[in-house]
């Protein structure tokens, strides 16, 4: 078991790569996992030039004939390299001697319906049982995985560019700096891409002024905005206040919870700038992978000059011109009621520098209140690792063990009270704390209503005892839980 711990264009493919031909040398077969292998047409294009045949895709978005033969490469031998998404571990593979998983941190591992699996913690017990190694790679390692396993470091870019980082304090807008940015890169027939996030289900209050955002004082994560019941909630133990009216740090009024979604602006950009060739690039539009690939080659080609998208934007494309990358909503990211919200807006922004300036110097223009933990940590990212142990130590994972339990219903009074015969069956269990139950942060999900329990312990034994003891056919386990909400 081992982490590839390397920046990105610092040859982590061609590692993996080697490795595939020792296996076939050794005549084992290897499982290559992919986060989304239908959204990395160039990873894929590329292993199937130096593999050829004994390379097999495999994917949700293959043809029933398409999969035959992929399955029929799988049974007769004649795949040596299966490359998927967290599924291809449940091919039937004979003679399996390594297990490679690219971007090792992605969240799109953790199966978010039952069986609520995480494919890398599969593959690393799968490595373990059929004692073969398991390597997981990532420029941007998980805490999880850092403090686990040994890594190796593979510093420094092929492409050696220079990267220069500007901030700008500011909520999320296209402010007169970022448009001004843009117009010059349009006017230098340069490319852009301006980064947004996916905009989640929740919002947060950020002053414009200085930045401050509420957290929960017993969870130390962002409250959300509930404006049902005006308030502020923290999605762990449930804790609830009302929406605060100024900013407790600078008495400003100037509280915001806006954001700026992708198609908004792509409308906006092009009417400023009448010249530019603008494109959006996210799941509204970008539906399947021809789609996408074309996309890509048109970009690739010039053929447009700025690209507004969401993460699908930062995830292992190869853009050869860009100079410009805008990234905004960074605050909305770090805000996050989740206890990886650091881990997530650092390794994003990572992500989306890495995608640009990879043959000549590139901008990236970061709007952010919080530039002093950007700038500490975006090119150290060991250090920030370190630091976020401290903040991790006695509340979350590595060092504790979270697990969930949903309880959904259409009839909200019934989820209600099997939530409740629960948790009061858990409060007599040892070695377990309740962190919070009550009203999921999204209260109802396909007509039914939704309740929940969150709890923590110092091994996931313990969790399991506490849950056998206490079972409720109503009651779904989510171990390691990665969404709160
Ligand atoms: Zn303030
Ligand atoms: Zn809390």
Redesign the pocket.
Known sequence: MSLLFGDTGSGKTEIYMKYFQEMIAQKKRSIFLMPEISLTPQMSQRLQNHFGNSVVMWHSKLTPLQKKKALSAVYDGTAKIIAGPRSALFLPIKELGLIVVDEEHDDSYKSSSRPRYNARDLAIYMGKIYDIPVVLGSATPSLTTYVKFPHIRLKGGYFNSQKEFIYERGAESLSPLIMSSLQKSVTAKEQAILFLPTRANFKYLICGDCGHTHK????S?G?SIHQKTRSLK??????SQAIPQVCIECKSTLLTSSRLGTAEAVKNIREEFAEARVEQFDRDVITTTNKLKKALKNFNDGEIDILVGTQMLSKGHDYHGVTLAVVLGMDNMLNMSDYRAREKALSTLIQVAGRSGRKESAKVLVQSFNEAFFSAFVDKYEDFLEDEKEYRKELYPPYKKLCRILFSHKNGIKAQDAMNEMQECLRTASDIEI??FGKCGIERVSDKYRFEILLRADKSTDIIRAISTCRNSLAEIDMDPIEFG
């Open positions: 929960c004082v017993f969870c994560v409250m923290c999605h762990y133990c449930n804790f962190v919070g």
